[in-house]
């Protein structure tokens, strides 16, 4: 389970990414205001996210909030705020939960247990990654910047998800580019997809890597 965490008192954020690695979950990102969130939601899968009200900038985590209604995101609020009509404001958009801080480590295991209940009811969300006629690679039909070598990569990892591409069938398809056709390079590239897009690429030994959904 991916978790997204929007909160912007940095001992507050890592807590909650302490309780959820204990919980076996993973913190895909950590964000302090609107903009770093929005830069998040586009960038990787995320399964659910904490929200904070109270966020850095204009903007705040119940605006977030609404972003990830729009994209079937569960998520909890997580606030100081205790006045009714920011309730009211944060439960229209029914959140799983609204947790009053400060929180405990039960508390935050309990809504993990709900997140986690939830996940398993759900059918599976499609694969948000896909290649179009011309092999630019999207990410929920939007385009993402990618150089030369690393769309040719991450459009073949994508075709052939949950297969093997072999490190001959990457080289022969960056023919074009002989400056970046290297063991080394290929490796790099699959460090940063794997990195920046949080994807399960395995390295298969002396034979070449496969992309798990």
């Known amino acids: 389970m991916n978790l997204l965490i929007i909160e912007d008192e940095w001992l507050v954020a890592h807590f909650i990414a302490d309780v959820a690695l204990m919980q076996s ?41 609404r972003i990830l209604k729009s994209k079937n995101i569960p998520f909890f609020f997580l606030t100081a705020y205790k006045d009714m ?34 996940l398993n009811t759900l059918p ?27 769309r040719i990569v991450f459009a073949q990892l994508i075709k052939n998800r949950n297969n093997i591409v072999a490190h001959e069938t990457f080289f022969a398809l960056l023919w074009e580019n002989p400056d970046e056709i290297n063991g080394g390079t290929l490796r790099n590239i699959i460090l940063k997809l794997r990195k920046q897009y949080n994807l399960k690429i395995n390295n298969i030994k002396n034979m070449g890597y496969t992309l798990l959904e």
């Open 85 to 118: 009509d920011t309730i009211h404001e944060a439960t229209a958009l029914k959140p799983l939960s609204y947790l009053i801080k400060p929180i405990s480590e039960e508390n935050l295991i309990a809504a993990f247990v709900l997140f986690k209940n939830l």
């Open 25 to 65: 979950i993973e913190v895909v990102g950590i964000a302090q205001s609107y903009d770093e969130a929005m830069e998040q939601i586009d960038k990787v899968h995320i399964d659910c996210a904490i929200v904070d009200i109270n966020i850095k900038g204009p903007k705040h985590g119940i605006d977030v909030a």
């Open 124 to 150: 599976p969300k499609p694969f948000p990654f896909s290649v179009d006629n011309n092999g630019t690679v999207l990410l929920e039909e939007k385009i993402i910047p990618l150089s030369v070598a690393e």
